[in-house]
């Protein structure tokens, strides 16, 4: 299926678009998940909507939606499909990183955000297998580099136009170099590995893309930092990725409340049962301000140690109060959550996923602890 790209009309609504396609997304979400396929049919839908442009600047003929607005459009999806809902968070960070350096920093990011708009780009990311360290092999050959690595996570690369990832080169001024460019993810030297065979969110098609030799020009090169350091891009990424990306398991935490609460009210009133459906509100509202505080950071703060730190740590607590939703809500549905056909079982089993994306729970309160203690980090 080919999907047109929108033309983005002044004031669309995003909620409502994104309500249609969570729709659309809910009653393929089970085949996905069955077949570990890709949820392409919704990414079509999203691109035919302008979702995909959502996040780009008005100036540049994007939507001009705010991240509050694309973190809600994110937990709509989730309500139907996770998966879509969470590969779709990571083409939006991407775009929502690169309109934010524009802004605030001068980043020649304007061409790759147009090219979002008039081409209906969607971008993939290395970031959650690369982080700090990067990975992979960038040797120096005339005019750029030979490109030897392999990237894994990458959601969304199934259909994705362009990979935006880093390797490690051995700079001999600076010892080791993490060069951050972007590449055609259908390119000579590409290799996709249909590695994505887990647990949840089956549908993100988050496989192994493989670097055969590929060359970066010296010209495609978009930032170098030392490898394994903190550098201000890492500040503003984890300020605004983790609303975006967390948006998804807190829809799911809500979806996972309602079909939970929507099966416990049919019983008779019992004061057990009264108490779990307080717990699981307890962890949802532990969830939402978490995640409220999120959206602020990525929207208000300014990149840095003690940005960075809040911003992880609401990361932790959106994701360990979206776990424990999802696991309470299974409490309260009883035994008729452990079928299929109530729909708890793949929330749960998605829901998971939160566990694992940088900094993960013991990294994150070194980070924070230390931040708090005034060493370095």
């Known amino acids: 299926m080919t999907a047109t790209v929108a ?3 002044p004031q669309t609504d995003w909620c409502a678009l994104a309500r249609e396609i969570a729709d659309h997304a809910a009653a393929l979400a089970e085949q ?5 396929s890709f949820v392409e049919e919704s990414f079509d839908l999203l691109k035919q909507a302008g979702l995909f442009a959502a996040l780009v600047p008005a100036d540049l003929g994007g939507g001009g939606a705010s991240i509050a607005t694309l973190c809600e459009c994110i937990g709509i999806l989730a309500r139907g499909c996770g998966s879509t809902a969470l590969a779709f968070a990571m083409h939006s960070h991407i ?9 605030h920093q001068g980043a020649p990011t304007e061409g790759l955000l147009r090219r979002v708009v ?5 971008l993939v990311s290395s970031g959650g297998s690369d982080w700090l360290a990067s990975g992979g092999e960038a040797e120096r050959v005339d005019g750029g580099y030979l490109i030897r690595a392999r990237k894994g996570f990458a959601s969304g690369s199934p259909v994705g136009d362009l990979l935006v990832t880093s390797a490690v080169t051995q700079d001999p001024e600076t010892g080791p170099t993490v060069l951050h ?10 290799v996709h590995h249909p590695t994505w065979q887990t647990i949840g969110m089956r549908g993100t098609g988050s496989n192994d893309v493989e670097f055969d030799s590929v060359f970066v020009a010296d010209a495609a090169i978009s930032g ?4 394994g350091e903190w550098h201000m891009l890492f500040h503003v990424i984890s300020k605004i990725a983790f609303a975006l990306i967390y948006a998804a398991y807190a829809g799911l935490a809500e979806a996972a409340r309602d079909r939970a609460v929507a099966l416990a009210a049919r019983r008779a009133p019992d004061p057990l ?9 307890n962890e949802l509202l532990g969830m939402q301000l978490a ?3 999120a959206i602020e950071i990525a929207e208000n703060c300014a990149p840095g140690e003690a940005t960075t730190s809040a911003a992880m740590a609401c990361r932790t607590l959106t994701g360990q109060h979206a776990i424990a939703a999802a696991t309470k809500a299974m409490e309260l549905a009883g035994g008729q959550a452990f079928y299929r056909k109530a729909g708890l079982e793949r929330i749960f089993r998605d829901v998971q996923a939160a566990r694992f994306h940088p900094l993960q729970e013991k990294q994150q309160l070194d980070l924070t602890g230390r931040t708090a203690l005034g060493w370095p980090i």
Do not use: C, S, T
């Open 32 to 36: 996905h998940d069955a077949a570990d």
């Open 291 to 293: 995640h409220r505080r």
């Open 273 to 281: 049962v009264a108490q779990i459906a307080g717990e699981l509100e």
């Open 7 to 9: 033309v983005i009309a």
């Open 181 to 190: 460019f972007a590449v055609p993810l259908r390119g000579e030297g590409i």
């Open 95 to 103: 775009v929502a990183v690169a309109a934010w350096r524009r802004q």
């Open 224 to 227: 170098k930092r030392p490898a």
């Open 118 to 122: 008039n081409e209906g780009l969607v």
